[in-house]
């Protein structure tokens, strides 16, 4: 299932896409007397009951033409959140595709950084490139959400753990990487170069784990006012999804909510030369998963 938050005058909702229309699990409460989460996050917090439960009643709801009657509202209708608002943990994996880290060598173990919730926006919104950068980057991804907590998981444990998948644009600002490194040992500026506010776009949806059980190969890809930057496919990974939470758990305790990138393919600016403009449209789609698209701003004023 595909589950959304979604704004209702000024309020989250939790709701689920069903044949291209998106349902109020909130309707679908009152009508089949039952109580279901506020949003996204809370269903994550309670995942391992809240999941089966909410997928009992959308089979009721397909069964039901006067519920869905009651409830449908079409996609393009209804303005998307990130499906996870308040990630408390954001890992993000530094090279992990073979085409993409062209010009370094593969590391022998994953390699995060962190990004914050302020970095998280969701479908159509505006991302901000900060005054510093004028070489604004695109790395489209696909993200997973944690859904049951553990620590020092097994990679062959690790899918159960795994609440589900959504598409993530990994926004890089490659000049900031370079500042107050220059004569140091130090490599880049992570910092500077990945962790200001709009720059992970996620959404549109939690694509939940039983409708994608092998995420090997995805087709992904993001284009940027309809020109094709980046396209390739999940089969290209250096670390597979299982790797990846194995490292990210060792030492430390993964909770529902918590996100992980899973890295870019080629295509990205930092070796086309092709990098962001204001008012560029990005679309970044993994195959089965969705479309997030988000435009481009350049902050011109404090």
């Not at 009992?56 to 509202?73: F, G, H, M």
């Not at 994608?212 to 890809?221: G, T, W």
Request: hydrophobic share 40%; glycine share 10%.
């Amino acid at each position: 299932m595909k589950l959304v938050n979604f704004l209702s005058g000024e309020s989250i909702h939790l709701g689920a896409v069903v044949d291209g229309r998106v349902f109020d699990l909130a309707d679908v409460g009152r009508l089949l007397s039952r109580a279901f989460p506020a949003s996204v996050e809370e269903a994550l917090a309670g995942w391992e009951w809240e999941e089966p439960e909410i997928h009992k009643a959308l089979d009721q709801v397909r069964a039901s033409e006067s519920v869905l009657q009651e409830t449908a509202r079409r996609t393009e209708e209804v303005r998307f959140a990130p499906p996870d608002r308040t990630p408390n943990k954001i890992l993000c994996v530094f090279v992990n595709y073979h085409s993409h880290g062209q010009d370094v060598k593969a590391p022998s173990e994953p390699i995060f950084f962190f990004k914050h919730q302020d970095s998280v926006v969701g479908d159509w919104s505006d991302v901000w490139v900060p005054r510093f950068s004028s070489k604004a980057d695109h790395e489209v991804e696909l993200g997973v959400i944690i859904g049951k907590k553990g620590k020092d998981i097994a990679a062959e444990d690790a899918y159960g753990h795994v609440a589900g998948y959504t598409v993530l644009n990994d926004i890089s600002f490659r000049d900031g990487m370079r500042r107050g490194i220059e004569g140091t040992v130090l490599g880049r500026n992570l910092f500077k170069g990945k962790v200001a506010d709009t720059a992970l776009p996620m959404g549109p949806a939690l694509v939940t784990r039983d409708e994608i059980p092998d995420p090997y190969p995805l087709k992904i890809s993001l284009r940027v006012n309809g020109d094709i930057r980046q396209d390739g496919s999940t089969d290209d990974m250096i670390f597979r999804i299982p790797d990846l939470i194995a490292s990210a758990s060792e030492g430390i305790t993964l909770s529902p909510g918590d996100v992980i990138a899973t890295g870019t393919c080629s295509g990205v600016g930092l070796y086309t030369g092709k990098y962001l403009n204001d008012g560029d449209l990005m679309e970044a789609e993994v195959e089965g998963v969705g479309v997030l698209r988000n435009r481009v701003r350049f902050q011109t004023t404090p």
